[in-house]
């Protein structure tokens, strides 16, 4: 079974750094993407970061663009997203997602973690 596991989320305050990660049950290489989406209360899911990694390239939201990065360690099974520079704006519950090829596309998302970032 395919899963997600996020972790690293809590209360940091304005300008602080925070890192997620997300555990998978398969190896990170597995997934054509893989990566983190984030929902603000009474807003829409937005991209924050995301891995291709048919093309071994990354992909940012720009409101998050020069303060997050996202990596991943293959050993681990990890991805993980450092942040930096937080903003009280980045307040919302981060999703792990990813996407897989099985004769179909398949995706799958973490139960989320929330960060809260105080002014």
């Known amino acids: 079974q395919v899963q997600l596991e996020e972790s690293g989320g809590g209360l940091v305050q304005s300008g602080g750094s925070l890192r997620l990660s997300c555990a998978a049950s398969?190896?990170?290489?597995?997934?054509?993407?893989i990566g983190w989406y984030r929902q603000a209360p009474g807003r829409q899911r937005e991209l924050v970061a995301i891995?291709?990694?048919?093309?071994?390239?990354?992909d940012y939201g720009e409101s998050v663009k020069g303060r997050f990065t996202i990596s991943r360690d293959n050993a681990k099974k990890t991805v993980y997203l450092q942040m930096n520079s937080l903003k009280p704006e980045d307040t919302a519950v981060y999703y792990c997602?990813?996407?897989?090829?099985?004769?179909?596309?398949?995706?799958?998302w973490g139960q989320g973690t929330r960060v809260t970032v105080s002014s």
């Open positions: 997602n990813a996407r897989y090829w099985t004769g179909s596309t398949n995706e799958i």
């Open positions: 398969l190896s990170i290489d597995s997934f054509f993407a």
């Open positions: 891995i291709d990694t048919g093309r071994s390239s990354t």
